[in-house]
């Protein structure tokens, strides 16, 4: 019989593609159960339902609306970059280059002489310094000098790198020691090296500053078309004491520490920029000012190997598009000391993604904030050594596609709001986790006692006896709202853990939870409301959870009299023949959890075990195919907001 109606028309209400997740990976073809039938005994007898295939029109919309009007309980001001720049600091505007080339004062670097043709500059030895705003070309070999811009002029002092190699073994071969603004021109064609040593001189014992291969103390602005590449030996490789925007480029850095600085701002407007760096790669570290202290990317092509965290932000990480490669500290296998910071994205206060594609492979968390994280859309696949996405106060999903390859928790926050998406995580503690900032359940390995953080009393069932039965009370803040998308989570330790509670009006949802009995697919204590939706929750039967009986929207329990195997076909349907859910877990289990519209009071529902399957799966649920039926080994008639099966 055909199976997966409701559940085909939420993924193509969802546009969703069955190939995106690399971790429950889509099979077409067949899928059959061979395995030991269950002793389960039906709690009520009907006839034996035909089990002829069925043939069911899919592409129905969507019982579940997922609107504005259902998801009010977890509303909030779109959080969007456009919205989140508006609230810093404006960075300092780019001139259009209308310079005179016959104005151009002409600098020619000779090897350890400098040939100047204009105004502007003075020259000592093999250091060149621009005492004038106005343009300067610059060309040629440097072996141990320096550009110095010290001016205090009103007006735009322009750099126009036209193919040098400047290296300097004692201090910074650019260092921009005053102006208004300072503008790096990358000439068409030209490829430019920049280079310093691994030790500095300072004329007082005190300074400690410049501290990287190409300085500023002012506003700095790099644009053009050219190559530019800086290996920062002693320290960073670029830093600005103030402002510091990338228009445009092919921009290479390998430095010992940080690779891209801007300490009030680092606004990347566009460019291909790789960072090697051995600790933070881009960084804006303002922290006396909370409109400053931010990294805004329009767009670009960013790859950057970090010792220490790949982006990260005194305030906010504002990233509207771009492609991003994103190494840390070895990447998620790697083992690290527990002070060390090593993460994809980093923000002291907000993480705002509107779009882009992100390849993390990181030591530390992929994607984190110490505040909130929105993420409106972009294409993320993320492996870490501890939480794909983690946001200390709340995490939004708008929209994207969300792969998490490994993980220690999926996504963490004490608030999680999940509108639409494509989202498969693989963890081996929880997959989904509520739980504030502190919470000892946000340990990464090695941290804790064992999977699951926080451990119900004495283990087996919730308060109130038959999970699902009791209603809870629940006043404090820690919530899960589940509005719409598809998530697929597989965890070896709580699928969706909520030290809090829990709402869902729609979306799809498939857990394949935990093996062992100190943990449950679903491990919630302040209730769970489902309105709407569809849920498919497979685990152990220790510490097994249902919706709960303020739900107006009935679901399924089925708890066996012992494991059974990976892959072992379970479906539901009704007593008329319709399939209602086809699912062979992926690991060993106990029980499953089943919510769905389709779930009507006074219905009666009828349970087999083993038969085969054909066609599209998700996660071990088949989602558009035929399914044969094998052993029924329970009916009953759904009396009660949660009806179980023993």
């Not at 709001?417 to 997959?431: E, F």
Request: proline share 3%; net charge negative; hydrophobic share 35%.
């Amino acid at each position: 019989m055909k199976t997966g109606k409701r559940i085909a028309s939420l993924l193509l209400v969802g546009a969703f593609a069955l190939t995106a997740f690399t971790a429950c990976q889509s099979d077409a073809g067949t899928n059959s159960s061979t395995s030991a039938e269950p002793t389960l005994i039906p709690t009520d007898s009907v006839a034996v339902v035909d089990t002829s295939s069925v043939t069911i029109v899919t592409g129905e919309t969507a019982a579940a609306d997922t609107s504005a009007a259902d998801t009010t309980v977890a509303a909030t001001e779109a959080q969007t970059v456009s919205v989140a720049l508006a609230e810093n600091k404006e960075p300092h505007a780019v001139a259009a280059d209308t310079a005179d080339a016959a104005a151009t004062t002409s600098i020619v670097l000779n090897g350890d002489s400098i040939t100047v043709d204009g105004s502007g500059v003075t020259v000592d030895g093999s250091t060149a310094t621009i005492t004038a705003a106005g343009v300067y070309d610059i060309s040629g070999t440097l072996a141990d000098g320096q550009i110095v811009v010290d001016t205090e002029d009103d007006g735009e002092v322009r750099l126009v790198l036209d193919g040098v190699d400047i290296s300097n073994a004692s201090s910074a071969p650019v260092n921009i020691l005053s102006a208004d603004e300072t503008v790096i021109v990358l000439a068409d064609g030209t490829d430019n090296y920049l280079s310093d040593g691994a030790t500095y001189v300072y004329a007082d014992p005190e300074e400690d500053e410049p501290n990287a291969a190409l300085f500023s103390k002012d506003d700095l602005t790099i644009t053009g078309n050219g190559s530019l590449t800086v290996d920062g030996n002693y320290n960073d490789g670029i830093t600005s004491k103030d402002g510091l925007v990338i228009t445009s480029g092919n921009i290479t850095v390998n430095a010992v520490d940080d690779g891209i600085r801007g300490k009030d701002y680092l606004v990347i407007e566009a460019g291909n920029i790789t960072v090697n760096s051995g600790g933070d790669g881009l960084k804006s570290d303002e922290d006396e000012d909370a409109a400053k202290g931010y990294i805004a990317i329009e767009s670009g092509v960013i790859n950057i190997t970090a010792g220490g965290d790949a982006i990260t932000a005194e305030t906010d990480v504002l990233i509207s598009d771009g492609q991003f490669t994103l190494t840390t500290a070895g990447g998620s296998n790697a083992a690290i000391d527990e002070d060390l910071s090593a993460k994809g994205i980093k923000a002291g206060v907000s993480v705002t993604i509107d779009g882009g594609t992100f390849n993390v492979d990181a030591a530390d968390d992929a994607i984190h904030s110490n505040d909130s994280m929105t993420i409106n859309n972009g294409d993320f696949n993320l492996a870490t050594g501890d939480d794909g996405m983690h946001a200390d106060t709340s995490l939004t999903i708008n929209d994207g596609k969300i792969v998490v390859t490994r993980s220690y928790e999926g996504i963490e926050s004490a608030l999680i709001t999940i509108n639409a998406g494509d989202i498969s995580l693989v963890s081996s503690d929880d997959g989904i986790n509520v739980a504030d900032g502190n919470d000892g359940s946000g340990m990464g390995p090695g941290m804790g006692t064992q999977p699951g953080g926080r451990q119900r009393p004495g283990g087996g069932t919730p308060p109130g006896g038959t999970p699902g039965q009791q209603t809870f009370t629940y006043t404090g803040s820690n919530y899960l709202y589940i509005n719409g998308g598809v998530i697929v989570v597989e965890a070896a330790g709580d699928g969706i853990d909520v030290n809090g509670a829990i709402e869902m009006t729609g979306g799809l949802v498939i857990v394949n939870g935990p093996t062992a009995n100190n943990n449950g697919a679903l491990d919630y204590d302040g209730g769970f409301k489902i309105s709407g939706g569809t849920l498919v929750a497979a685990g152990s039967a220790g510490m097994a959870q249902a919706p709960d009986a303020s739900s107006s929207q009935n679901s399924l329990m089925l708890t066996f009299p012992s494991a059974l195997p990976a892959g072992t076909l379970i479906n539901i349907q009704t007593a008329d023949g319709e399939s209602l859910m086809t699912f062979a877990p992926l690991k060993t289990f106990q029980s499953i959890v089943f919510s769905s519209p389709d779930l009507q009071t006074g219905d009666t529902v009828v349970v087999y075990y083993g038969g085969s399957t054909t066609g599209e799966t998700l996660g071990g649920l088949t989602i558009d195919g035929t399914y044969t039926p094998g052993e029924q080994i329970a009916s009953v008639a759904i009396s009660n907001v949660v009806t179980t099966i023993r």
